[in-house]
Every structure is written in structure tokens, then in C-alpha cells.
């Protein structure tokens, strides 16, 4: 049971690396089970078709993303504009990672698979609306502790965010530079002294730990 379960971690690990690399369309069956050491019909056991392989790929990405929240020093913030600004140092810092700044798997299947894996692409638009919302609560907490200028829209700085970082893991790739992520993100944590210039307590210009923007 363990060496099954087991194939299909590695499976799904080897997709979501040829994914991203490649894109979901390139990847074959033949090449995860290649690289994966596991045969088709080992393959054929876990996972009926390629597309269903994409789907557990995709819930194992969400399930990773939300684990390393659920565990982010940021939640045990008892000001809710720090914990805001946790949220972006939080960020800063798993990005060092290179496995996990090779790309965001939600952005490579919306931008591919909207017209030739609807079903698939479908998967992945309640993810962002989670992760929007999510960002736009912990923007009105920070706004409800903190005045910030007017006019003020939670929703279109959590678009800014999610944006400015999709962006910047794109950039990244295309420089071979993982530090234009840092250099975003922390520009964007900057602009937070603007918007809530009463924050006294907080230092928004600080740099984020580990942050290396050179």
C-alpha cells in the first residue's frame, strides 16, 4: 500500500514539474512515467487519463499552497496590519525557494487551458477567487485597525498583489533573475506607507527578513 501510494506522490510531483517546464499540453504520459520510473500501467492504476493526473496535480498545488499559510509565523499576528505585511514577508521568503518560484501551476493551466481543457481551467477559477478573497479580508482587517487614504478598494489591491506576483514569476524565468521577486514584492510592501501613512508602529519601509534584493 505504501509503494502505491507512493508511485502516485511521485507521479504527481513529476507532472507538476513537467507543467510547469513545459506546459500541461506537452506533457505526456510517457514522459512523467519516464521520469517518474513508473510504468503505464502503474500510471493507468492511479489516474484514468492525463487530465485526471492534471487534476490531482492541481489539488496537490493548492492543498501545498494552503498547508504553508496554515503554518506562516504571520497567523499568530494579533495586529492585523502587521500580519498584512506578514503576509507579503511570508511570501518574500518562500520564493527563495527555487522549486517553488519555477511558476504558479494555477497561472500555467488558466493561461493554457481555457479553450482546450475547459473542464480543467474550470478547476483552477475558484483557487484564485479563494486566494483573492482570502488577501482582500486580511486588506480590510488592516484597514479597519489602520485608517488608510481614500479612496480605498480592498479588492483592486489584492488584484495589484496577485498580479504584481504572477508577474514577477514570469519576469524571473524569462531574466533568470529569482530576485525580481523579491524586488516586486517588497516595492509593493512599500507602498503600503502610503495608504496607511498612520501605521506608526510598523516600519513598512523595512526590508522583509532574508530578502536579498541585489
Known sequence: MKKSSSSRDKLIAVARDLIIERG????SVGAVCAAAAVTKGSFFHHFSTKEA?????????WSDVQDRQSKASYQH???????????????????????????????????????TQPNLFMKCVPHFIAWKTDLE????????YCQPINPWIPSAWAELY???????????????????????????????????PD????????????????
Open 137 to 144: 479580508a486580511l486588506l480590510q482587517e488592516a484597514a479597519a
Open 162 to 196: 496577485i498580479s504584481a506576483l504572477e508577474g514577477a514569476l514570469i519576469l524571473a524565468r524569462a531574466l533568470n533573475d529569482p530576485k525580481v521577486i523579491t524586488r516586486v514584492l517588497t516595492l509593493f510592501r512599500a507602498q503600503l506607507s502610503n495608504v496607511f
Open 24 to 27: 500541461f499540453s506537452a506533457m
Open 53 to 61: 493526473l492534471g487534476e490531482a496535480v492541481l489539488e496537490q498545488f
Open 199 to 214: 501605521a506608526e508602529a510598523v516600519d513598512v519601509n523595512a526590508p522583509a527578513p532574508k530578502a536579498n534584493l541585489l
Open 77 to 115: 499576528s494579533g495586529d492585523p496590519f502587521e500580519k498584512l505585511l506578514g503576509y507579503i514577508d511570508h511570501a518574500i521568503e518562500i520564493y527563495q525557494d527555487p522549486v517553488i518560484r519555477k511558476g504558479c501551476l494555477l497561472a500555467v493551466f488558466t493561461s493554457e487551458l481555457r479553450e
